[in-house]
Structures are given as C-alpha cells and as structure tokens.
C-alpha cells in the first residue's frame, strides 16, 4: 500500500503534500528535522491521507495534487 498525504505546518499554517509507504515513520522524520524541505516548518500535523494499492497511481495523484489545479482540488474538497 502507498500513502498520498498532506501535512500542514502549525507553525506557518503551510502545506506539504507526500508520498510514503509508512504514513507513522514519515510523520515522525518530519517532525524530528530528518526531512530536508519541512524541517525549518515543523511541527507538522497530518491533515489528510489516501491509501493507493500501487505506486503508480500513488505517484500520478501526489504529482496532481502539486499542480495549480490540483491545489485547488485539495483546498476545495480534501481540506474543507
């Protein structure tokens, strides 16, 4: 199973979409500096989450949800 999620920053209140196979340690390693881009936003809440049975549909939904309409989708109808 992979995991499509969205966390979002209770420090600045800022989004960051993921892909992951282990939703929990990806929660931590975010949370604990590991992760390059969120480390300087943490702490990180989990807002969203979708399982996907493959990697492939898994990777085209997160790269979706990155574009402008895909931001819009999840502003919309995942985050409401």
């Not at 600045?12 to 892909?19: K, P």
Request: glycine share 4%; hydrophobic share 40%; with cysteine.
């Amino acid at each position: 199973m992979y995991f499509v999620y969205i966390l979002k920053s209770q420090k600045d209140q800022s989004l960051y979409t993921g892909l992951t196979i282990n939703i929990k340690k990806r929660l931590v390693e975010h949370n604990s500096g590991v992760s390059r881009y969120t480390k300087t936003k943490m702490p990180w809440k989990l807002v969203w989450c979708s399982i996907f049975p493959n990697q492939h549909t898994a990777a085209l939904f997160e790269k979706y949800l990155k574009t402008a309409s895909g931001i819009a989708f999840m502003r919309k109808r995942l985050l409401r």
